[in-house]
């Protein structure tokens, strides 16, 4: 049955992908598109759950039957919410370390805390 | 009214966070959060007072029954947290007025409060949610609020500190967000007793094995149990010390309760601890933190980073107590997570007095402090002994009670671990007692100005409470008793 | 006396047993108040120890009446609980009459050394016999580990008084060894005794007689041996010598009153009613503990042989006569036991006034090496004469009343059987012959060197070692009347 399955291959590329990003890349805001990525993955996982056979959207329309079960969107929605938040957080955190280091590299932002002393600028 | 309080509890702070941003006035922000916090710890006692016959609180929002409406349950087993969460906000409330003054810029103090707020909202609703995607967002709101407060600390650390701690928390919180999603997708359900009730019959479904190994290790990673405790050092060191002491104090054990939650009464006992091997492979990670966080904490030398790897330590033996899966271990755990959360909050509260009077809290400028502020070393030393588990103080009872439930189980490997972090926490305490009592004062130590009452009262609060529950613990006990056997009695969830 | 305090102490006020306690910490009080006034800060030390002595002994009526108090539940099962009974009134009697004489001894030494921080010193001086009061009258295990545990913090900046790196490190050596001891073996100990029998209250007889298996016992009574690391059994004696760095007056009390007297009571206490003797001698559990006993005694000797400085040599003479008394409770039997019991008195007894005297060699003329001492029983005549008694009275030769204790742990060596260990504590009195007896023949038969002469140390430095050689020569006439008690003990089963 692995045809049907194709969508959880996907998604689980995707995480992968989104997860590798994170912990292979050095640029801060690299590591951020990662974990929007990651973060995607999980969206479509759940979308992909409240697909039901023949379903149409969840909108209630004349004349539909089936439709695709509407909860997983709705806590879908919660989730991007969440997921923007915590981009709009990570990137505000981007620029102010950017203005106090100079650079979003991280093992450059980690050699400047250890030239800087063990205890940072106060 | 008092059937409303299990909600009341949440929405409090959450409305006083953007009353604190209206006003654009720091005592008004201080008075906002002053209030959320007595207004919760009100909420909690009353709870309290409502479940201690072993009752159960439910309450519907917005009026929509379970299992497809979100519920709060207030039983014997989120009791202790509502309370414990509470009573440290009110403390960090007294504490940080004029800790935050000195050490946040003005302009910035009522938004350090509205997240604060929201902080204190995250932390509750955790606790008291029936409901798992409901525990998710609270816990991103948790989460989210931590990482600003964290990034407010002095210093450039400070940013980098929140920024590691929001990659690798958002990560776990997808992992929980992934684990509940596979819970969903094999029952249908949300509820956390609709689940505990549907999930027995799934227990060989690989769907939900995936599912619940995904949670479990999302929390470990907000509970920061060795080998994912990265973010804590830094994030818990570079934090404004008010920030440290709440999140210290609060922040994992939310996540702890959390772990136990959904592991007793939500997958079941007979999932985690028997086909899943949670039990060994809990004790094995409890045991390698209680090892290395102490080890670790040996060789600091910045007073909070000390603490927070002790911290590390700790909450290994938390774990330990909850992985034996019997009534005595989860009541040892709950015991030392509450007696750790006391011990803990005073001495980062401690830190930021010095922080505060000396400007640093490197170890070296602690010399001579017995001389030149020893009501500040004395409250160090105490609850230093506290960590330690010195008799008459509250960490001796926890550990007590966590060897108790390890020679009954006969775990002599953990036990072992244990009573060797205990002597590492003898080299780490007895390093800053060393420091601070034989040592001259150094011209670096010149302590200015004294310190404000408000925060050495609070601070000693903290600490006369950790010796109070060291020669008395009926209070933490009766509450670790009613949550074990909320937790592990028959009607868990 | 025995009318009137029986009276006054009757079995219904067991209220009575505080004030043991209560009187050094009250002490302690007033010595921290008077903190400006040195004289009377001092006087108010040697009246309540005055007043301590006299009230212990007044308890001596009653200690056939099983008097118990009990303090409060603690943890669920334990209890604080303070119980009077022949062999803690005795080690209670002993520490609270050598406490009066060291503090006298004190004021002279600590004036004429110019040493600083006084009132810390007398402080903690209180406070540790208060710990030693509370060990003695303990009713179970558990109110023994609060108190021996105090007992190790109070004692600690003692050792470290000096405030120098030498003191810093032998403080360090002192506090984790008896820490890892306690807490790693001790402690465990405990507990496991405890969910053996389901409670850890002394029981004449035995608490775990019939409650565990020949190898369990065995394993248990090793732990408790070393755990008791204040008895200084090796390999975890290296404390007492390193503990040398403290003024004399603290190695006074540590090698006569306070810690290692409470070491090998404890060893005696856990051996009568914890295991009791009964099952001790039937099992194997005491023939590997008797081997290390008897090693240490050896060992420790031939180290003692070896050490030039005074207080060293002193040192290991002490842990060589501990291990006669562990030596005692692992004979099993009821003669080595009282032995046992009689020589934790006769050695208080004569090493604190060995001590005293090392102490008054050191004022009058700053001598500390045995290779300095030629000649000086001439110049002084006093110290060298307590000095001489007391050091027959540790050989084991009369007039002295270690003679006794020494007499009653051959007998039982022999009652059971064992040659060797009758070869080895001869051996043990030749060494100790040859360790000490030297000493006074330098004193006495060896010309003084030329120089200034100088006479006896001021008379609060000479008065308490005369004394307490006074009490040994007293013991050699006395020993069966202070033995009697015990021996009714042990002997009823």
């Not at chain 2, 934090?239 to 996540?255: C, D, R, W």
């Not at chain 2, 990670?285 to 000390?306: E, I, N, P, R, W």
């Not at chain 3, 212990?56 to 099962?77: F, I, K």
Request: neutral net charge; charged residues 10%; contains cysteine.
């Amino acid at each position: 049955m692995s045809g049907s399955l194709y969508v959880y291959w996907l998604i689980f590329a995707l995480m992968m992908i989104g997860l590798y990003i994170v912990i292979s890349h050095g640029n801060l805001v690299k590591k951020l598109i990662g974990l929007n990525i990651f973060q995607v993955s999980v969206f479509l996982l759940y979308i992909s759950f409240g697909k039901v056979r023949d379903g149409s959207a969840p909108i209630v329309k004349e004349g539909i039957d089936t439709y695709s079960h509407p909860l997983p969107h709705v806590l879908i929605l919660t989730a991007i919410v969440v997921g923007v938040a915590t981009t709009a957080l990570g990137l505000a955190l981007v620029v102010r370390i950017f203005e106090a280091y100079g650079s979003l590299e991280e093992d450059l932002l980690h050699e400047r805390d250890a030239a800087s002393g063990v205890d940072g600028p106060s | 009214m008092t059937a409303e309080l299990p909600a009341l509890q949440v929405v409090i702070p959450l409305l006083c966070a953007p009353l604190c941003l209206l006003f654009r006035s720091r005592t008004a922000a201080w008075l906002m959060f002053l209030l959320a916090a007595l207004a919760s710890l009100g909420c909690a006692v009353l709870m309290a007072g409502q479940v201690a016959g072993g009752d159960m609180l439910r309450y519907e929002m917005g009026g929509w029954e379970p299992p497809v409406g979100i519920e709060y349950v207030i039983a014997g087993f989120n009791v202790p947290l509502l309370l414990l969460v509470s009573t440290i906000a009110v403390v960090v409330a007294v504490y940080g007025r004029r800790s935050l003054e000195s050490e946040i810029s003005s302009s910035r103090i009522p938004l350090l409060y509205a997240c604060l707020c929201l902080n204190l909202t995250g932390l509750l609703g955790i606790v008291s949610t029936g409901d798992v995607f409901n525990a998710f967002v609270f816990l991103e709101i948790a989460s989210l609020s931590s990482y600003a407060l964290i990034a407010m600390g002095k210093g450039r650390r400070a940013l980098l500190a929140a920024f590691q701690y929001l990659v690798i928390g958002t990560v776990g919180a997808v992992f929980i967000l992934i684990g509940v999603g596979l819970t969903y997708a094999v029952t249908g359900s949300l509820n956390m007793a609709d689940l505990a009730a549907r999930l027995p019959d799934a227990y060989g479904n690989r769907a939900l094995t995936a599912g619940a190994v995904f949670v479990f290790v999302g929390f470990a990673v907000k509970m920061a149990v060795f080998p994912l405790h990265g973010w804590l050092p830094d994030a818990y060191a570079e934090a404004p010390s008010a920030v440290s002491t709440f999140l210290a104090a609060t922040g994992t054990k939310v996540a702890i309760y959390a772990f136990m939650r959904f592991a007793f009464t939500v997958f079941g006992a007979a999932l985690v601890f028997e086909r899943l091997p949670l039990d060994r492979i809990g004790l094995s990670l409890a045991s390698l933190a209680m090892l290395v966080g102490a080890a670790a904490a040996c060789f600091q030398t910045d007073l909070k980073y000390l603490l927070a790897w002790s911290s590390v330590a700790h909450v290994g033996y938390i774990v330990a107590g909850y992985s034996l899966a019997t009534v005595d271990g989860v009541q040892a755990s709950y015991l030392h997570l509450i007696n750790h959360a006391v011990i803990k909050g005073s001495l980062f509260a401690a830190a930021g007095i010095l922080m505060l009077r000396l400007g640093s809290v490197r170890l070296e400028a602690l010399s001579g402090l017995g001389r030149t502020m020893p009501w500040t070393f004395g409250a160090i030393a105490v609850a230093g002994l506290g960590l330690v588990g010195v008799p008459l103080t509250a960490g001796f009872v926890s550990k007590w009670a966590l060897a108790t439930a390890l020679i009954d189980e006969g775990q002599g490997l953990v036990l072992a671990a244990m009573l060797v972090s205990s002597l590492l926490a003898v080299v780490y305490t007895g390093r800053i007692i060393e420091i601070g009592w034989f040592r001259e004062p150094s011209g670096s130590t010149a302590a200015a100005g004294t310190t404000p009452v408000s925060m050495g009262v609070a601070t000693w609060a903290l600490v006369l409470a950790s010796l109070y529950f060291g020669v008395d613990p009926r209070l933490p006990a009766s509450l670790a008793d009613a949550a074990a056997s909320a937790l592990l009695g028959p009607g868990g969830g | 006396m025995g009318e009137l305090s029986s009276e006054w102490a009757a079995a219904e006020n067991a209220v009575a047993l505080l004030i043991p306690v209560a009187l050094p910490l009250l002490a302690g009080g007033v010595v921290l108040l008077l903190r400006h006034h040195p004289r009377a800060r001092e006087s108010a030390s040697v009246l309540v120890g005055v007043a301590l002595g006299a009230v212990v002994l007044s308890l001596w009526p009653m200690v056939d009446e099983e008097v118990r108090l009990d303090l409060w539940t603690w943890l669920p099962g334990i209890s604080l609980s303070l119980a009077l009974e022949p062999l803690g009134l005795l080690f209670a009697s002993v520490a609270a009459v050598l406490w009066p004489l060291t503090t006298v001894f004190s004021v002279g030494y600590m004036r004429s050394t110019r040493q600083e921080n006084l009132t810390r010193f007398y402080f903690l001086f209180a406070l540790a016999i208060a710990a030693a009061m509370w060990v003695a009258l303990s009713a179970n295990l558990v109110t023994l580990f609060i108190g021996y545990e105090v007992l190790t913090f109070a004692t600690w900046p003692l050792v470290s008084h000096q405030g120098d790196p030498a003191g810093r490190r032998g403080g360090r050596t002192y506090l984790v060894l008896l820490l890892v001891t306690s807490m790693g073996l001790l402690l465990p100990a405990i507990v496991w005794t405890g969910l053996l029998a389901g409670t850890t209250e002394f029981q004449a007889g035995g608490l775990l007689a019939d409650r565990a298996g020949p190898g369990v016992l065995a394993v248990l009574f090793a732990l408790y041996l070393f755990g008791i690391g204040k008895a200084a059994l090796m390999p975890f004696h290296g404390w007492l010598p390193a503990a040398m760095v403290a003024p004399t007056p603290v190695s006074a009390l540590l090698h006569a009153v306070a810690v290692v007297k409470a070491g090998v009571f404890v060893v005696l206490k856990v051996s009568l009613y914890v295991f009791g003797l009964e099952t001790l001698a039937v099992g194997d559990a005491t023939t590997v503990m008797r081997w290390v006993a008897a090693a240490t005694l050896l060992v420790a000797g031939v180290l003692a042989l070896r050490s030039d400085n005074l207080k060293r040599r002193l040192a290991y003479s002490t842990v060589s006569q501990l291990a006669y008394v562990v030596l005692g409770a692992t004979l099993a039997n009821d003669v080595a036991f009282a032995g046992g019991a009689l020589h934790m008195v006769t050695h208080a007894v004569g090493k604190i006034t060995l001590f005293f005297c090392a102490g008054a060699i050191f004022v009058a003329c700053r001598k500390s090496r045995v290779s300095e001492l030629d000649g000086l029983g001439r110049a002084m005549p006093w110290t060298f004469a307590a000095f001489t008694v007391a050091a027959l009275s540790i050989v084991g030769l009369p007039p002295g009343g270690g003679m006794w204790s020494k007499w009653l742990l051959l007998l039982g060596a022999t009652e059971a059987d064992q040659a060797a260990l009758v070869a080895v504590l001869l051996a043990g009195s030749l060494l100790s012959l040859g360790y000490l007896m030297p000493i006074v023949a330098r004193a006495f038969f060896r010309p003084l060197p030329a120089g200034p002469v100088h006479g006896e140390a001021p008379l609060s430095v000479v008065v308490p070692p005369v004394v307490t050689a006074a009490a040994c020569l007293g013991l050699f006439v006395g020993a069966e009347f202070v033995i009697a008690p015990v021996i009714n003990v042990v002997d009823a089963p």
